[in-house]
């Protein structure tokens, strides 16, 4: 009989699921960090090329009954701005390359889809939707969104539709690593967040919204059964402890 103290499994409050994710989320992270940024990089070539050459006349989105009951909120613009870490949280936590390639391509293809979509029928926002005075602690945040994106390229809304896309994502990889639901909780409430900021600062109107909720919600529901199960190939088979 062995003594405790020398029992070779080291015990730790440490729960499975967060050991799970840390563990893949330090695989290869320098590959994922340069493919997540490359994988945004060749997309905005894209998308501004289009937002500045629109292939056809460019269509104003209509308002709806529902627009007007949103109040501009300058301050949304951080939660606007924030999709830009949380797209990059699923693909960060994938445990193995295969997975993480395939859903590069399933990311690429939403993308392709709301590229796609602005040039055959290209979209802007009514212009009288830019014009709301910008208190001045939002001015600096405002005019780099403004700056970089405008008003154009609106239906779908494809902040919305990375949103929805990787939320459904965020909640598989939670899932499969037996994560608490608060997790999963939160991350719901961030992507309500960044939905109502499309609107809340005007970048978007409530058809663009659904427009793009619809896009990513197919997508979403579509990648998982083409894709690499979730099961990391470094996980270690459970040690036996002697008696």
Known sequence: MREPGN?????????????????DWCYRPLT??????????LFFIVYFQLLRAPSRPVTVMPLTPLDALIPFQPGAV???????????????????????????????????????????????????????DVPSSAQAGFALLRGIDAAGNACPSLHVASAVFSAMWIARVLGAAGAPRILQHFSFAWLLAIVWSTLAIRQHVVLDVVAGAVLGLAFGLLSPRWASPL?????KPPAIIPT
């Open 32 to 41: 994922k960090i340069a493919g997540i940024c490359a994988f945004t990089w």
């Open 7 to 23: 029992n070779p499994v080291v015990r730790t409050a440490t729960p499975a699921w967060a050991r799970r994710l840390a563990r």
């Open 231 to 235: 099961q990391s190939s470094r996980a």
């Open 78 to 132: 951080w939660a606007y701005v924030s999709l830009w870490i949380y797209i990059g949280i699923a693909p960060a936590l994938l445990p193995t390359l295969g997975a993480g390639l395939r859903y590069a391509a399933w990311a690429a293809a939403l993308c392709g889809s709301g590229l796609l979509c602005f040039w055959l029928w290209p979209t802007m926002v009514p212009a009288s939707l830019h014009a709301v």
